[in-house]
């Protein structure tokens, strides 16, 4: 299904719309951190000092985004309680003088709009953005993965918002990584399209490799967990089949995309962490410790006593 040149015009044919909305997937069963979520999300393992999710929603926030759509499922409702007013735990604060605490538990629920919608059964990622068609609308959006944490003070959400408001066209974050791990994610088949003020940064996806082997892999550009796309994109999902793991994949959906109204893969400037794996949320942790202003010397300090 490979497309020699994609229907990316060089402008956009029409007035492009503003990127207001983020829908987040948050419904995955979370396998690969059993028993941590045997009983209790994913999104809502704690990285320092809030859970993974919260970092998602202030990116969003930070991105410029006024409305977000959390796609939950069975045994998730502690999202849902965690982005709720808490009056009573608030009243309790601000009883005891601890009024900064107060406004902290406050400004999570005030931060922004959220919206829930649920995902019957985990069918794939795809799905879970299918799932929230109707709560998008006819409008461009962009998708965080609840459980990939790209901190930073450059929002590689607002990165892809710039080039899907210049463009006209979705855009996908990608970034490098070493060639002999291509068999561990998506990666894109692309031609070089720079164009100001995005540079060399921006390229044409002339096709998607689900975890392909490296001897076959088109690149080591790998898809990092951060989209923002045009609202056709579901009805390439309506249209795209069950693939790996015989789950709606978003990735086969984009390639539709990708051919008939043009798709970018944009290396975004950042780090991201897949903390939905033990690796990378340790990693995320040992990071955003260090950056964290509280505890940075203190566990700098901790880190320079340990004997590896
Ligand atoms: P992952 O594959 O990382 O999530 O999907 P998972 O299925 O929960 O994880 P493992 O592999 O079993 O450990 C990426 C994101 O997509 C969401 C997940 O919640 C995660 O945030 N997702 C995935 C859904 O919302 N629905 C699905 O059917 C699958």
């Not at 406004?103 to 069918?123: A, F, H």
């Not at 490296?214 to 989209?227: F, Q």
């Amino acid at each position: 299904m490979t497309t020699p040149t994609s229907p990316i015009p060089s402008q956009p044919a029409v007035p492009v719309r503003k990127v207001r909305k983020a829908v987040l997937p948050a419904a995955g069963l979370g396998t690969r951190f059993l028993p941590a979520t045997k009983a209790q999300p994913k999104e809502m393992l704690n990285v320092v000092d809030k859970p993974q999710i919260q970092y998602v929603v202030e990116e969003c926030v930070a991105s410029g985004i006024e409305h977000i759509i959390i796609v939950t499922g069975r045994g998730k409702s502690a999202i849902e309680d965690h982005f709720d007013h808490a009056p009573s735990l608030e009243r309790f604060l601000e009883e005891k003088g601890k009024h900064a605490e107060a406004e902290m538990v406050r400004r999570i629920s005030d931060m922004v709009q959220v919206s829930y919608t649920r995902q019957k059964e985990p069918l794939g990622l795809g799905h879970a953005v299918l799932v929230a068609k109707d709560l998008v609308g006819d409008e461009p959006f962009a998708v965080l993965l609840g459980d990939v944490l790209i901190p930073g003070e450059n929002p590689a959400t607002k990165q892809l918002i710039d080039v899907y408001e210049a463009t006209g066209v979705g855009a996908i974050a990608v970034e490098e990584v070493p060639k002999d791990r291509t068999h561990l994610y998506g990666i894109v088949d692309g031609e070089s399209a720079p164009q100001p003020p995005f540079g060399a940064r921006l390229l044409r996806i002339r096709d998607l490799v689900e975890k392909p082997k490296p001897e076959n892999a088109p690149s080591n550009l790998a898809i990092t967990g951060r989209y923002v796309l045009p609202p056709a994109i579901f009805d390439c999902l309506a249209r795209t089949k069950p693939g790996a793991g015989n789950e709606i994949q978003l990735t086969d959906g984009m390639r539709i995309l990708a051919q008939e109204q043009g798709l970018w893969a944009y290396i975004y400037d950042g780090i991201s962490y897949d903390a939905g794996d033990k690796l990378g949320f340790l990693k995320a942790t040992v990071e955003l410790a260090l950056q964290n202003k509280e505890l940075n010397e203190a566990f700098r300090a901790y880190l320079k006593t340990l004997k590896l």
